[in-house]
């Protein structure tokens, strides 16, 4: 069975990145290749689950982004071009399959070795002197930045993760060999969309563009419920969290809350929850008295997040918030969060920090049931929908996020017409990753 030899930054978890990019068609490929991403992989993930042994883990891998790569395959033996790819060095330089090359000077100095697997950095003086059907001809090339796609997969069953691994060389095997054949296939689909959005965006002078990996490695602890804080109606409960599992449904009012034994009298959103704690609920389910325990246990959520964005954003950033006051004047409440980007995010979660870009939020709002007109606010359960805002995040910046009322669509709740998502107010707040 074949291995896998590659560079590795490892994504897991979730992971929030920006998109400098201007065409809607580069947007949607990006959208293309993060959800192709996650999809494959966690089927490969399930694979060798099934196969080999329990605890297997699938990586995204990272090129080296300032290396500039020859896009041929040459005979190593006899030095004879066997393809020129469409992109690349080789290309440029005018090579042509069945030239044999005899010698190689880069910034007027002789290399060795495989044309194939030479690396060149921009501006580099080429001259690569060859054979074509006889004729010994001389190729010269002032090499520029050029954008080859060299995206690759890597699995492997150690469950320690590292930030930022350099080059590795593993002697694990992948246990199914359908893994092998996902894995290559999504290769070739990342690298196709990747250089598609390279030809859109260089089109727009948008062509400085780096493409990133982040990995951020932790344990997601959460109940999984989104509730209105002042009737504490359970409004939406997580597929699979430990809310969904203590048999929570849409419509529950909470009425008492213990951890570990002990009365919580505090909001629900500030309650912070670890593996092993032992919850009890109260609640009251279509007029009867319920209660609903459990034990709390922690999840991984594995999301694998691709991302591009421009090489002077630097270490700026943007922050993005949900503490508003509402204005029953101006009639604007709060929202949530339960999504961001397409990686699911904590629901009590009310600032965040994000690079400069366009950014993706799925929204959940606070508006009052009882405005939802009086008729409707009777019914149990009430289904809240959720709203997409797109947001791009200038550096230096706070966005304040909001749900404006829309009063005469109250009756179009199905459609979830009685609801936008806003941003209420846009100051200036210095802001550094660093």
Known sequence: MRHLLLFIVLSLCCSVSAFQIKDEKSYALLEDINSDISQTLSRVLELETDVGEHGWAVYLSSPDEELIRAGVIVEPK??????????????????????????????????DGNFSE???????????????????????????????????????????FQDNVTYIRDSDELSSSTSLIYLNQLQERINFR???????????????????VTKKAQTLV????????????????????????????????????????????????????????????????????????????SREVPSWHFSIKNEQDNNSCGYVTFLINPSEVSEIYRVDATKLNGETVSPYKVNYELEPGT??????????????????????????????LVLKVEANKRYFLGAQYNRTDRYKIHKGLYWEPIVTKVENAECSLE
Do not use: C
Not at 93 to 109: F, S, Y
Not at 194 to 209: A, F, G, P, V
Not at 253 to 265: S, T
């Open 194 to 212: 990747l250089s598609k959005i390279y030809q859109i965006e260089t089109n727009l002078d948008n062509s400085d563009l780096k493409i990133s």
């Open 118 to 160: 030479l690396h060149f950095n921009e501006n580099d003086e080429l001259n690569v002197f060859v054979n074509r059907q006889g004729e010994d001809l001389q190729l010269k090339l002032t090499v520029s930045k050029a954008f080859t796609p060299r995206w690759e997969l890597y699995s492997k069953s150690s469950g320690n």
């Open 78 to 111: 006899n030095q004879q071009v066997l393809s020129v790819s469409a992109e690349g060095v080789a290309h440029n330089l005018g090579l042509l399959p069945g030239d044999v090359i005899k010698r190689v000077q880069i910034n007027d100095k002789s290399v």
């Open 222 to 297: 959460e109940l999984g419920l989104l509730i209105d804080e002042e009737s504490r109606e359970v409004l939406s409960v997580v597929s699979g969290s430990n809310a969904d599992r203590m048999g929570f449904e849409i419509g529950d009012i909470i009425q008492g809350i213990a951890v570990n034994g002990e009365l919580f009298e505090q909001q629900l959103s500030s309650l912070q929850l670890k593996t092993g704690d032992e919850l009890k609920f109260n609640i009251v389910r279509k007029g009867s008295a319920l209660v609903l325990s459990s034990t709390i246990d």
């Open 359 to 388: 950014h993706k939020f799925k929204l959940y709002d606070h508006i009052p049931v009882n405005k939802i007109t009086p008729i409707v606010s009777k019914r149990r359960p009430f289904s809240r929908k959720s709203k997409t």
